[in-house]
């Protein structure tokens, strides 16, 4: 068996990437994280055309409509994502991550060398594509396990990982300000954490972090609302020790 970090070849992956033009950004899920990051992301594109987004859904619901409705190409089967992006990002809830990621991978070993080299049936559109999680508790090693793809070349199977990026966005994305802390897997190249950085650069401030403080930081921004209120109630308890009325300090 012969190992390689990149799946096929290079020049391969060059010929079936689609060339040169917008990166086509797929979303797996499309609830309200999904929803922030394309509105900053079509906000920060405007004119520029860099990004063309999509998106799978599992039945055609409130959700798939209001991606519609922001001109995303919707769908409700993932091979369209598979088919179609340079970037796959996954929005589903973390019990649904790794069924989700077994069926990729079956794509993806379904390539047979004839549709390589040959043609035949449809090919995607990236042979290698980033994968991007933005599941709490999903560890990058549990994704990569199920990233590991064998294709047949021949007379030998060529074994490879798709790149992973796991992180953390933040619901203000949706305004160009959201946070988003990431941990890059051990088979993403420079150029997938460049291709990670224009796309969540675009909607906010990234951080790269170790991976054992993403889910600290997911407690940390979910309950931050509640840290403010927790200073504002100190303060408005310090009005009332100086003599205001109870309800002054809250007006």
């Not at 039945?59 to 369209?80: H, P, R």
């Not at 090919?123 to 594509?129: D, G, K, Y």
């Not at 793809?149 to 160009?176: E, F, N, Q, Y």
Request: aromatic share 8%.
């Amino acid at each position: 068996m012969v190992e390689s970090g990149a799946g096929p070849s290079s020049k391969r992956f060059k010929m079936a990437s689609g060339g040169e033009g917008a990166t086509h950004v797929g979303f797996i899920g499309g609830g309200n994280l999904a929803r922030a990051i394309t509105e900053g992301l079509l906000q920060a594109d405007d004119k520029q055309k860099r990004f063309k987004i999509h998106a799978s859904f599992a039945t055609n619901g409130e959700n798939y409509k209001k991606m519609q409705s922001l001109g995303v190409a919707v769908t409700t089967n993932n091979k369209d994502i598979v088919l179609s992006c340079d970037v796959i990002i996954l929005s589903v809830k973390p019990h649904q991550v790794l069924p989700v990621l077994e069926e990729l991978r079956k794509i993806y070993q379904d390539i047979d060398e004839n549709q390589l080299l040959v043609g035949g049936a449809p090919l995607p559109r990236n042979l290698r594509p980033l994968i991007v999680s933005v599941a709490t508790s999903i560890t990058i090693k549990q994704i990569e396990e199920k990233t590991e793809i064998s294709w047949k070349m021949g007379r030998a199977d060529m074994l490879g990982h798709l790149p992973v990026i796991r992180c953390l966005p933040t619901v203000a994305s949706s305004v160009r300000a959201g946070v988003t802390v990431y941990t890059s897997g051990h088979f993403s190249t420079e150029n997938d954490n460049k291709l990670f950085l224009d796309i969540f650069n675009s909607v906010g401030f990234t951080q790269d972090v170790p991976e054992q403080y993403i889910d600290g930081f997911t407690a940390f921004t979910g309950s931050g609302v509640a840290f403010m209120g927790l200073v504002m109630e100190a303060l408005a308890d310090g009005g009332v020790l100086v003599g205001f009325l109870e309800e002054w300090p809250t007006k």
